[in-house]
C-alpha cells in the first residue's frame, strides 16, 4: 500500500529580471551596500517555495541562507545574526513557534516574518504577541512578496539610522528617557515597564484610559524608544474629524476625487512612513474606513481616495487609544474584530489620576516650574512659587475627573495669578469645590452641609487611596462645619470639638482654611 503524500505548498509564482527586483514604491531605494549588508535566513521545508524566494532575494543583492529542517534552523538561529527571517510556522521537528522564540531571545532586534499555508486569526495574533513582525499566508505572489519584503528591509535601514541617534542623545544626555514621564505610582509604573518593554519591537499597541490620562505621551515614550524613533510620529484624532475629511486626511486624496480636491495629497500614513501613526480616539471611526485601515496593515498598501490603483506602500508602526471600552465596541459591532485583535497585540492601561495619589505633587511641581518659566520666562527662574502642605493636602483630596489635563489647568490657573517667590496655597487652586463649601459655611453657619454628607467614591480606587482622600476631605469639611457653626468663634469652636486652640489652628492650616476667621477677633478662652 502506497503512503499518502502531502502536497508540497504552492510555490509563489516570481518574475525576476537580470537587473533584480524593482524598488518598492512609496519606499526610498536602497543602496546596492546596504543591500548587501543585509543578512536573510529561510525557514521552511517546501524546497521549491524556499529557492524561489531565496533567488529573488539574491538577484537583488541580499545574503541569504536557507534551512529546510527545524533542528537545522534552530542550530542556525543561536549561533548566527540574522537580519530577516522567513518562517514556516508549522515545521516537523520544531514548532515555528519554538524557532521564533529562539531567534528573539539570541537576537531580539531580528525582524520575522511568520510563513503558513494554514492562515487564521488565532496564529496570526499569537505570532505576532510573541514577537513576530509579519505574518505572510501562503501562496503568495511575487508582488506581495516583493512589498513585504521591501517594508522589512526599510525598516533594518531606519532601526539603523534610529540606534545612530539614541546612541548621539545617550552620549549628550546619560541615560535620560527622550520623552520624559513622571510617576513612581505603582499601577503607573507598570504601565511604563510595559511600555518599555514593547517599544524596541514593532508590534502594533492599544492604549486605554480615560480622557486626559495621558495616552498620547505614552505614545510619544514608545515612538521615542523604537527602532523607528529617527523618523516622525503623526498623530491622528479621529473624533475630531467628520468621516470623509478623515478618510481623506489618513489615506491622502488624487486630483478630482471630491469637490476642492484640485491636486493629489498624500496622507498621513505616507507622512508616517518609516514612523509610527498614532490613532487617537479609534472607536470614532467609521466601519468602511476601518476596513481600508485594515488592509494597510495587513498589507502596507495604500489607496488614496479617488483611485483605483496602489499609490504606495508604507511601512509603519500603529499605536491606537481610546477612552471607552474596545470589547464593547467589538461585541456591538461598531469595531471590527479583525481589526481590533491586529492593532491589540499590546495592551496598555493608563490609570486615572485619582488612583495615582504618590504622583499628584510630582506633577503639580513639575507643572508649576514648567508654566512659571512658560509665562514669566527664565528671568524668575529664582523666584518660582512652592506648594504648600495645605494645597498639597487639597491637590489630593480632589477627584480629579479631568485627569492630569485638568491638573495642568489648575496649575497653570495658579501660575498666572501668583506672585514671584510666593506660596501657593489651597485657596490659590481653582478646582473651587472646598472654596464654595467654605463661603457657603460662613454666609449661613446654621444650615452648612453636614461633614457627614455623602462623598463621592470614584470607581477602582484603592483602598489606602480612598482612605487618604476621605480623611482629608472629612477634615476638611468637618472643620468648615465646625467653625461656621461657632459662628467664627475659633475658642468655642475648640470647645466644641474638644480640642485645644493651636490644634484647631494647626487642622485650619493644613486645610487653608485660616483666611474664614481672620478678620474675626477671637474671644479669649474661659
Sequence with gaps: MSTPVTPPHRAPHFHPTATGAPEVIGLPPLSPQIKANIRFLIVDDDRTLRESCANLLQIDGYQVTVAGRGDEALELLLHRRFDIVLLDLYMSDVSGYELLKAALENTPETLIIMMTGNPSVASSVEALRLGAWDYLPKPFSATHFQILIGRAVHTVSVASESKEQQDEFAKEHGNSDRVQVLGVAPVFRRAIDLARRVAPTDASVFITGASGSGKELIAQFIHAHSRRSSKPLVALNCAALPEALLESEMFGHVKGAFTGAVRDKAGLLESANGGTLFLDELLEMSKPTQAKLLRVIQDGVVRRVGSETTDAVVNV???????????????????????????????????????????????????????????????????????????????????????????????????????????????????????????????????????????????????????????????????????????????RAARIAAVDRTTLYRLMERHGLQRMVAAVSPEPEN
Excluded: C
Aim: a negative charge; aromatic letters at 8%.
Design 317 to 491: 508602526r500603529f499605536i491606537a487609544a481610546t477612552n471607552g471600552d474596545p470589547d464593547e465596541a467589538v461585541k456591538s459591532g461598531a469595531l471590527r474584530e479583525d481589526l481590533y485583535y491586529r492593532l491589540r497585540v499590546v495592551p496598555i492601561y493608563v490609570p486615572r489620576l485619582q488612583n495615582r495619589q504618590e504622583d499628584i505633587p510630582l506633577l503639580a511641581n513639575h507643572f508649576l516650574n514648567y508654566y512659571w518659566r512658560a509665562h514669566r520666562g527664565t528671568d524668575h527662574k529664582n523666584a518660582v512659587p512652592t506648594l504648600s502642605e495645605s494645597a498639597i493636602r487639597a491637590l489630593r483630596a480632589h477627584a480629579w475627573p479631568g485627569n492630569i489635563r485638568e491638573l495642568q489647568n489648575v496649575i497653570e490657573h495658579a501660575v498666572v495669578l501668583l506672585e514671584p517667590g510666593a506660596e501657593l496655597r489651597a485657596e490659590d487652586l481653582p478646582f473651587g469645590r472646598s472654596q464654595a463649601e467654605m463661603d457657603d459655611a460662613a454666609s449661613a453657619p446654621t444650615g452648612s452641609p453636614s461633614p457627614l454628607a455623602a462623598v463621592n467614591m470614584p470607581f477602582e480606587e484603592t483602598y489606602h487611596v480612598a482612605r487618604e482622600r476621605l480623611l482629608a476631605e472629612f477634615e476638611r469639611r468637618y472643620l468648615t462645619w465646625l467653625v461656621a457653626q461657632a459662628g467664627n468663634n475659633i475658642s
